[in-house]
């Protein structure tokens, strides 16, 4: 039997005023981590500022993904904005989970409109 590798998919649609919404897709590792900077980085430069990052999709997420999610809400922070994380499941939610992100990015698996919400 071989083994199906899973590709990494970052697309995005903007969903109010200078936020998008963001559906990542496969596997977030250091081979694919270089397309989710590239992504916020032109969002970021484009004049977004809030992101709402749907992980339903995502599969695998090691370190660097990780620390993707942080480098762009700090950048994002920085400007008056933030990045969200919403729709974790499995090894991506318990992962976020045991190193404290999902507390830190305000990570709320019930949450659809984090706009509805103060981003103090």
Do not use: I
Request: with cysteine; net charge negative.
């Amino acid at each position: 039997m071989k083994g199906t590798t899973l590709t990494f998919t970052v697309t995005y649609a903007p969903w109010a005023p200078g936020a998008m919404r963001l559906r990542l897709g496969g596997e977030l590792d250091l081979s694919t981590v270089g397309q989710l900077h590239t992504v916020l980085d032109r969002l970021l430069d484009d004049g977004a500022r809030h992101f709402l990052v749907d992980l339903t999709d995502l599969v695998f997420c090691d370190s660097t993904g990780m620390a993707a999610f942080v480098r762009g809400d700090n950048r994002a922070e920085r400007d008056g904005g933030w990045l969200r994380l919403t729709g974790a499941s499995g090894r991506v939610e318990r992962v976020l989970r045991v190193t404290g992100l999902w507390e830190v990015l305000r990570y709320d698996p019930e949450r659809v409109d984090p706009m509805s919400q103060a981003a103090s």
